[in-house]
């Protein structure tokens, strides 16, 4: 049985590993790595220490499904449509640039939801906490690296974290990536900004007519959601919560700065634009160093295969783009790459 690793428990690798189970001519072991400690990427979701049930989309807000992806990928969108994971987008989102035929979308459990969802399709065996540091090649197998525990060895191995990370890894992938290659991953370049999650108690109001804005004339804050209304969860039971995204020139300005000092900077943004709300009693400050691809690798098709025997690919946003269609894609493009060796 062949042994396969998914590094990166995002969309593009959780969805990887669903198709690769369901498409794959015979049974394979299939395991998935992240080194956060939980799933989701740029697709994060994050709960309240106080209740779980409040929750904050620190990465992805909604998904848009334009008319050139609706029919090409029509059975994803049908899939986490009838699981009821995705829901239409019913509340206003000021400010937002809809072309013609585009559809909104949210996840009423968190975007989060999604990667779980297909990640629990896959039966994978999915660990977190686990930062790969190195790939060696021996007896015609991976050898992966961590920075705690064994190294552990791999028929197939697909690399789906953003491409800055591939890059850093040492061992025999440093010589295995040709000139050629490493020219185009060096070229993938990312905008950075930061997410501030707020979390209220039951029955506070936040009274607004929307559920999401976008913000053009702050130097700051780009954006901010009611989270809890976006989903069209509104109850006297479970608290509310905002969520905040800063400009990207905020967030390469203040990028090596402490979170904390980041987080009072926005709290005194917000307050110009949403004066007098009340004290949260909770918050989660997000660092997003590689938020959405701003350049992705040219001539790659969605993937780059770095060795064939035994197999090595990359995968995720850096070889198309970033939302969830831009995922779907390079899902697609490493599976077939993945289908001639198993």
């Not at 990427?41 to 990465?59: E, F, H, I, K, N």
């Not at 943004?269 to 938020?291: D, F, M």
Request: charged share 20%; glycine share 8%.
């Amino acid at each position: 049985m062949a042994r396969v690793l998914i590094v990166g428990a995002g969309l593009t690798g959780s969805l990887c590993a669903a198709l690769l189970r369901r498409e794959a001519a015979r049974p394979v072991h299939l395991a998935v790595w992240d080194k956060a400690g939980d799933s989701g990427g740029r697709m994060a979701t994050t709960s309240s220490p106080y209740d779980p049930q409040s929750t904050v989309d620190l990465g992805a807000q909604y998904i848009t499904r334009t008319p050139q992806y609706a029919q090409k990928h029509q059975s994803f969108y049908d899939e986490l449509l009838a699981h009821g994971i995705l829901k239409p987008l019913t509340y206003p989102i000021e400010g937002s640039v809809m072309k013609a035929g585009d559809s909104n979308f949210v996840a009423p459990q968190g975007v989060s939801s999604i990667i779980k969802h297909y990640l629990k399709e896959s039966g994978a065996n999915i660990r977190f906490r686990q930062c790969v540091t190195q790939i060696n090649l021996k007896n015609n197998k991976w050898e992966v690296s961590k920075e705690t525990g064994s190294p552990e060895q791999f028929d197939i191995v697909v690399l789906t974290m953003p491409v800055p990370q591939i890059l850093l890894l040492k061992g025999d992938i440093v010589n295995l990536i040709s000139e050629h290659q490493r020219q185009e991953l060096e070229s993938v370049s990312y905008s950075s900004r930061y997410a501030l999650g707020l979390f209220y108690e039951a029955g506070t109001k936040i009274d607004v007519p929307w559920a999401g804005q976008y913000i053009t004339s702050n130097p700051c804050i780009r954006f901010i959601s009611i989270d809890n209304k976006k989903r069209n969860i509104v109850s006297s039971e479970i608290g509310p919560s905002l969520v905040i995204h800063t400009t990207v020139s905020f967030g390469v300005t203040h990028l090596e700065r402490d979170v904390e000092e980041v987080e009072e900077l926005i709290f005194q943004q917000l307050e110009n634009i949403l004066p007098g709300l009340p004290q949260p009693v909770a918050t989660k400050c997000q660092k997003w160093r590689h938020s959405q691809v701003t350049n992705p690798a040219a001539n790659t098709l969605g993937q780059m295969t770095l060795h064939l025997k035994p197999l090595l690919v990359c995968g995720g946003d850096g070889f198309t783009h970033s939302n969830f269609d831009g995922c779907v894609a390079s899902a697609l493009f490493v599976l077939e790459a993945l289908k001639k060796h198993i």
